[in-house]
């Protein structure tokens, strides 16, 4: 089993920073990639950015491309959302995934871009 927990969310304005951090516990040794899906009231959960455990392969959705940046700490089994310039259209609840042939979801946390 692995366990995510997801921290960092919250309100900010448009234009503004925000970091979100979700640490991985548990069996973690074989866990391949790791990244963050968003879903907003009403819409399908969709994908954020993902980076991969060895070699730090990035991808992200092309809607927040340039924006936001994916990042990971191996040692403290933690992967990082920086969030820069998020728009309304963020506004989501975002959930941290892990994957190692299973899924693995956080509780979600909580995202509001607003004025």
């Known amino acids: 089993q692995v366990q995510l927990v997801e921290s960092g969310g919250g309100l900010v304005q448009p234009g503004g920073s925000l970091r979100l951090s979700c640490a991985a516990s548990?069996?973690?040794?074989?866990?391949?990639?790791m990244g963050w899906y968003r879903q907003a009231p009403g819409k399908q959960r969709e994908l954020v950015a993902t980076i991969t455990r060895a070699g730090g392969i990035t991808n992200y959705a092309d809607s927040v491309k340039g924006r936001f940046t994916i990042s990971r700490d191996n040692a403290k089994n933690t992967v990082y959302l920086q969030m820069n310039s998020p728009k309304p259209e963020d506004t989501a609840v975002y959930y941290c995934?892990?994957?190692?042939?299973?899924?693995?979801w956080g509780q979600g946390t909580q995202v509001t871009v607003s004025s």
């Open positions: 548990g069996s973690i040794f074989s866990i391949y990639v």
């Open positions: 995934y892990a994957a190692r042939g299973i899924d693995y």
